[in-house]
């Protein structure tokens, strides 16, 4: 985490004022300035009464608006970070960006107004340069050869989010979820860069590395519990070579790993149409015995007959009826629909997105079996996950009802 010793914020608004020093002082910063004008902003800093590491400065001000502020800041030679707000939409902040780079300064980043707390800590929370890797659509751009040198350099890495048992909320596996360690960058979240991979062709190196790596992974989990089943989603352009199955295969024999730890999630969407080929993938992974569930329920054309072209073991209800089934009448009535479907089957159901103490009852009274979600835990490394399996394995359960 990022650790600001002295903060300021410049906003002509006192009210943002306040709630940016309320959430600076939950982080614990020693020392939080407001200013609700830049020129006393820029008086502050010429001062030098203070060295400021971070300021947060809105891009409209009355008197000297942010694009101007910054380059005052450049003038005295500000060398901390900076970040912008602005209650305009559009691509004013990018634009902010482009100048701060110019004036060398370190942005690292911007908000839209009203500040929200998770856009704060997305932003506070880890020291990187957003902007740079993001273009104004929130798409990640960077060139093929960068993509191809963090493969080779092997900086992918397999995040584990607990599955739960509804019942009593014991840990029954995990979901294995990637995140990129860029190391002059952070951790970056794989919506971010797995449709790059997938366009740009990079999925199945990526995918047999990180599967590789869960592979050793498992062996600091499975001494602590043999028991647990690790799923592993596996992109729709993969599922369709027949050389899948056995290229899984190979790599778990030679790390020792039976089918009956991992299992494997396909989304709703790549199995509308089954190829032959795909059938064929499929079949085989069933015959090697490992489970395979459909990802993100309900978010696709869903029709029974998916259901009934092949013996799928488990139903992912997607996050976006589970996190709104306490308030949302239709996200309800589908997961109500589901539930009916995947009894017909046999299957068996998990909730993903399960974020409070309500809807966790409700999923309970409805009968899901499983759940994941930030209610239980968050998708960690691995090295937290064998603490949240030995803390659990201590208690029995951590947030047994
Ligand atoms: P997904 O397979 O649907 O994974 C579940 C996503 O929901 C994860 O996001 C997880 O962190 C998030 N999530 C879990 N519980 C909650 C909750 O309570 N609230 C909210 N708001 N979100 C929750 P993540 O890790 O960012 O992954 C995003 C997507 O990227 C995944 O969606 C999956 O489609 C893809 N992905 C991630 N790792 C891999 C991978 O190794 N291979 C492939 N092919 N795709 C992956
Ligand atoms: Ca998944
Ligand atoms: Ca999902």
Request: aromatic residues 10%; negative net charge.
């Amino acid at each position: 985490m990022q650790n600001y010793n002295s903060v300021l914020i410049v906003d002509d608004d006192p009210v943002q004022i306040a709630v940016l020093t309320a959430y600076f002082a939950g982080l614990k910063v020693k020392s939080i300035h407001g200013a609700e004008d830049s020129t006393v902003a820029l008086d502050m800093l010429s001062k030098k009464s203070t060295d400021f590491d971070l300021i947060v400065s809105d891009i409209q001000m009355p008197n000297m608006d942010g694009i101007e502020f910054m380059r005052h800041l450049k003038e005295l030679g500000y060398s901390g970070k900076l970040a912008i707000i602005s209650g305009i939409k559009g691509n004013l902040i990018d634009h902010a960006a482009r100048l701060a780079k110019l004036h060398n300064l370190q942005l690292i980043g911007g908000i839209n107004k009203p500040l929200k707390k998770n856009a704060l800590d997305a932003l506070f929370l880890s020291n990187q340069p957003k902007t740079a890797l993001v273009n104004n659509a929130g798409e990640y751009k960077c060139t093929n050869a960068d993509f191809a040198k963090a493969l080779k350099n092997r900086e992918f890495k397999p995040y584990y989010q607990p599955k739960v048992d509804v019942q009593n909320g014991r840990i029954i596996g995990a979901e294995v979820l990637v995140r990129w360690i860029k190391p002059d960058y952070g951790t970056i979240a794989p919506n971010l860069f797995i449709p790059f991979a997938e366009k740009k062709g990079f999925m199945e190196e990526l995918t047999f590395l990180v599967f590789e790596k869960v592979l050793s992974d498992l062996s600091r989990f499975l001494p602590l519990r043999s028991d647990l089943i690790f799923a592993f989603n596996l992109p729709p352009t993969m599922i369709n070579k027949t050389a899948l199955p056995a290229q899984l295969m190979a790599r778990m024999k030679s790390a020792n790993v039976t089918s009956k730890s991992i299992s494997f999630e396909i989304t709703e969407n790549s199995i509308l149409n089954l190829e032959p080929a795909t059938l064929e993938v499929l079949s085989r992974l069933r015959i090697y015995d490992f489970d395979i569930a459909i990802d993100d329920f309900g978010t696709g054309s869903s029709n029974i007959n998916i259901l009934k072209d092949f013996p799928y073991s488990e139903l992912k209800l997607d996050k976006s009826y589970v996190s709104t089934i306490a308030t949302d009448n239709f996200s309800k009535e589908v997961v109500v629909a589901a539930i009916k479907l995947a009894r017909q089957q046999g299957m068996c159901l998990v909730a993903e997105g399960v974020e409070d103490r309500q809807t966790w009852d409700i999923i309970r009274e409805m009968g899901i079996e499983y759940a994941q979600g930030y209610y239980f835990a968050k998708p960690m490394d691995a090295s937290s996950f064998c603490e949240y399996i030995t803390s659990q394995k201590d208690d029995q359960g951590a947030n047994a009802a």
